[in-house]
């Protein structure tokens, strides 16, 4: 089955960290490039990172040099670290996937973040 999951979302006080993890299932996930996004309430769904096949990384401004975006192949799962959270960054984070014919998604996993 071709799926995404995701975890290690929750409630984190300002300045603190989070990790969220993405294995992925039933593709060849080497091949593809992978991202993360967010979807706050009441405001599109926008992108965070993504990460390429190649190991390229490339990051939405609001998260730049606090966010980092990593893959590991052979575990088919993408990790984002993220740092120095603050609560605007309050959102569901949603791990995708650039697959063809369309792209994968996962489930989301919420990230809270307040005193």
């Known amino acids: 089955q071709v799926q995404l999951v995701e975890s290690g979302g929750g409630l984190v006080q300002p300045g603190g960290s989070l990790r969220l993890s993405c294995a992925a299932s039933?593709?060849?996930?080497?091949?593809?490039?992978m991202g993360w996004y967010r979807q706050a309430p009441g405001k599109q769904r926008e992108l965070v990172a993504t990460?390429?096949?190649?190991?390229?990384?490339n990051y939405a401004d609001s998260v730049q040099g606090r966010f980092t975006i990593s893959r590991d192949n052979a575990k088919k799962t993408v990790w984002l670290q993220m740092n120095n959270l603050k609560p605007e960054d309050t959102a569901v984070y949603y791990c995708?996937?650039?697959?063809?014919?369309?792209?994968?998604w996962g489930q989301g996993t919420l990230v809270t973040v307040s005193s």
């Open positions: 995708n996937c650039k697959f063809f014919p369309s792209d994968l």
């Open positions: 039933g593709f060849i996930f080497s091949i593809y490039d």
């Open positions: 990460i390429t096949a190649i190991d390229r990384p």
